[in-house]
């Protein structure tokens, strides 16, 4: 008798069809007397479409209207699973975010969620029915549309949980788990029974796809029980083949390295012979950060004659043209030469286990070096080491750095 | 410097493209200083796929879900109009039915407006911003989304009209105006300049698809000025070449027919030798009724003997197995034979010029029998006739007809 929120990806509703799965899957564990609050996405390719129909109509486009129209394809989905379950004797019903509200700050396109209102939901659970809730979407305080930005579906789903004191947090995605690194790349990935979420954190902000950052520093900051599933096998309750995110205390064999994420969607902005005086970096980020170009690294070079330096960052490969106009028109910077380069991959080595353990950083230079890999930048963590280097390199690196580690299944 | 409602139809929103000429048309019409509220369909296409989806999932649905799904595609084109009136310096943006609100009773799927808060429109009109309302949609006491029926955002258009006080209501469409008969049908189709709303009615119940019925019996009631366009031809203002609806006695030059509609999409129900006592026929419709049954023309034959009667009524071609179904668990019932038919057509001759004048009825029966049509049923109305025909007759028919009022264009 739990209290589940279960959240189901692109993928898992991609049809009508699949829906009906979903739906399956849910009277199952009502059937069990659990109560359920379902999280779903937009059937999946929906939101590339319509985020391409907005960039069509304008390219520099109003964020409240953005989401609008972005926020529609995760509408369509819960209305859907809610006619689902009906069908199959399932009482349900859709709450859009305006409805229960979830409200969030008016940061249109990546908005936060400052709180959920869960008194209704509360009743209507305890009744029995199954609450159905389009992911990634909110309301401002103005009464306008807002969305939390890609992957937001997670943080809908974390966010619930935390709010109505969920026993767990289901995440089904298309994997049924988290690997070691991507099995498409590494046929002998092996899926972790187990990750700590601050592990979880750094895999996915290096690159693996599986769980939104936000979402589990959520989970983290406020002990969520959260689970990776595939939705695509017949499993439920509590006897589950997929992977659970906890704190690093309640993993017992500690392993010195969990996983190699990668991200081939890099780019790399040098500036050469920076003046070397206080706060000329504090400007160039500010900019970046006004024109809302993230930034993943940072390396600055010793001047050798301590007037001037080199400073290189990386940036995703969209932003490229935006952060080079961006500090074409830093008057500071006028005759700095800034270089650019793209077609570059960032592979990660992440473990909580690199902590009290040496020689983890220096196995991934030589492992690089031995296949003849140039590493452009490096940046480390507390639990994971970063590399640059080029694309075509990508998959090579993380095979290699894959059996370095030690990483593989047992054949 | 006019207070304007403009609606754009499905395929005037049919893509990117398309909205941007939308776009164009309103800016200029902004340019001229006029107040521009905008009404939009979905994408042609969209809501019958989400219909389709609807009934994919669940073939008995609740309309609750059903309206969450189907009002989505309206929701995607106002977000996508604003963004393109802002490329063009427009000040705009998107109000949901909920955001207005456009208040709505329950009936969800074929909702009746009863409300529309104007405070804040009004006051965003003032300063020049325009108001983009998805069409179809609005919100229940209850806080659910709600939708007004199919064409059902001809009658948000008008609703606002009326609302905010608008000097007009421009329904743009896919056709110049309103014709005396479908120009795919007959070539010498000529455009009406003005029609009176009973006549519009009139051709729009009987199957001529240019504006929804509800819609223009608002404007009648309201006193609307309402104005049908090409959404394709570049004209803007009141210099239009469209047709106008109006007023009965505004309108100079009363023609005796104004047009010619056909609806191929009906269903003959015949009841043989039912009791001929009071009550039967009511028990009859009520128990339609109750399964959301929509019946057309009705016609009862005397009874020879005063013992029983012949009872025989259209009803939409998709609604005949639920009819059938209904008539057959009524007690009453038991025992009559209940025959159908399919594939008819029903002709119609509409014009308020038929009330004064003698011999329009005999001329349809006489055009009709001269090209060998046979007429199984004809129901009148003071400005309407219509008939039931084979479908296979229907070009047939109105080709006839059209010629026989003298409907013709000048060569």
Redesign the interface.
Known sequence: MALIVAKFGGTSVAD?ER??IVADKIAREIALGHSLVVVVSAMSGVTNQ?IQ??A???P???A??????VS??E??V???L???L??RGVNA??W?G??IPIRTNDMHGKARIEGIETDELHTRLGTGEVVVVPGFQGVTDA???STLGRGGSDTTAVALAVALGADRCDIYTDVDGVYTTDPRIVSKARKLKTISFEEMIEMASAGARVLQTRSVEIAMKRGVKLQVLSSFEDHIGSDLPGTLVTSEESIVEEELVSGIAYDRNEAKVTLLNVPDVPGVAAMVFQSLAGAAVNVDMIVQNISSDGKATDLTFTIGRADLGKAMETLGSVETLKGVDVQSKENLSKVSVVGVGMISHHGVASKMFETLAEKNINIHVISTSEIKISVLIDEEYTELAVRSLHAAYGLEQDA
Chains 1, 2 share one sequence.
């Open positions: 009508v829906i009906g319509l129909y907005c069509d109509t304008s520099l486009y109003d409240r209207e953005y989401d609008v129209v529609s394809g509408q369509v819960a209305g859907l809610a006619l689902a009906q069908k019903r859709s859009m305006w409805q009464g306008r549309i």
